[in-house]
């Protein structure tokens, strides 16, 4: 039996009103004790359209490499540059029920600089 966190009520309470879609995907985040996931998701079709994680080798061969608001720099920098690739420029954040502070700010304001729209 899974226990219920504060942080899974309020992602439950977020995802009933944020959903992605072909024209403008979810950016969906996760910030585990050691590592840090972006996804940008197409809800509708079910599919992970692009992804980064810190466990990729550019980032396993960084000694620096540590879920902190630098990493979460990163990340967003790059989740922006792999979805523009797939010319994705509007997302729908998701915060994943973390607080908009610190590494998810980092992360969401590294990703609007990287040219998505949200």
Known sequence: MST???RTLRHRRLRK??????ERPRLSIYFS???ITAQVIDD???I????????????CEAADTRPNVATSTKIGQLIAERGLKKNIKKVVFDRGG???????????EAARAGGFEF
Do not use: C, D, M, W
């Open 44 to 46: 509708q079709a079910g």
């Open 33 to 35: 004790g050691r590592h």
């Open 4 to 6: 219920i966190t504060p």
């Open 17 to 22: 009103k944020v959903s992605g879609t072909a």
């Open 48 to 59: 992970t359209l692009a992804s980064v994680h810190t466990t990729e080798k550019e980032f």
């Open 98 to 108: 973390f607080n908009y502070h610190g590494k998810v700010k980092a992360l969401a």
